[in-house]
């Protein structure tokens, strides 16, 4: 017969991040800098076990089960660069999973890193409401090197955008 196992594991405790920006100028440009930092919590966890038989059956079931998990440190920078209509920014995350020495059935966790960059365009036009951006145009990439590492093989992932918005009419919002 088919037998189902079910593990369910709830997490819960207070996080704090906290932030900073600022910005400057160097001659016609204009910069903002800022990073945010998450320390190390440990989570309180409550977990629920279930094995159930091929009709939806409960055979076993363990409830309430309590533990703890550690969330590792987070951090993150970011620089943009502004110019007229031209905006570029670059943006790095990164979570030390190697701190918490956190594994399981067939995985292991590495720090992980995301980089992201992009550019974007925008001529203002202006309103009864002030300058507001006009038409938009976007592209980004993103690099994300995951936590995860399943069988000695650390999950990777890249993407690409390509994008454009465009005003309301009264120039309040984007589409």
Same mark, same amino acid.
């Given at each position: ?25 160097? =001659? ?29 059956? $409960? ?18 920078? /970011? ?16 979570? &030390? ?11 292991? $966790?590495?720090?992980? /890193? ?18 507001? &951006? /006009?038409? $938009? ?14 069988? /000695? &093989? ?8 390509? =994008? ?12």
């Amino acid at each position: 017969t088919d037998v189902t196992v079910e593990k369910n594991v709830f997490y819960q405790n207070f996080l704090l991040n906290s932030g900073v920006q600022y910005q400057f100028k160097t =001659g016609k440009l204009s910069w903002i800098a800022g990073a945010t930092f998450q320390p190390q919590r440990t989570l309180t966890t409550t977990e629920d076990n279930y094995i159930k038989d091929g009709s939806g059956n $409960t055979l076993i079931e363990q409830n309430a089960k309590a533990g703890s998990f550690d969330y590792p440190v987070q951090w993150s920078a /970011g620089l943009t660069m502004l110019k007229k209509e031209w905006k570029f920014g670059v943006d790095y995350i990164a979570q &030390e999973w190697s701190s918490v020495n956190y594994s399981g059935n067939g995985f292991q $966790t590495k720090d992980a /890193g995301n980089w992201s960059a992009g550019i974007s365009y925008s001529k203002p036009k202006n309103t009864v409401f002030g300058y507001v &951006e /006009g038409l $938009t145009y976007n592209v980004g990439f993103n690099r994300d090197l995951s936590y995860l590492v399943i069988y /000695g &093989e650390q999950i990777i992932s890249n993407a690409g955008t390509v =994008g454009i918005s465009a005003p309301s009419r009264n120039g309040l919002y984007q589409y």
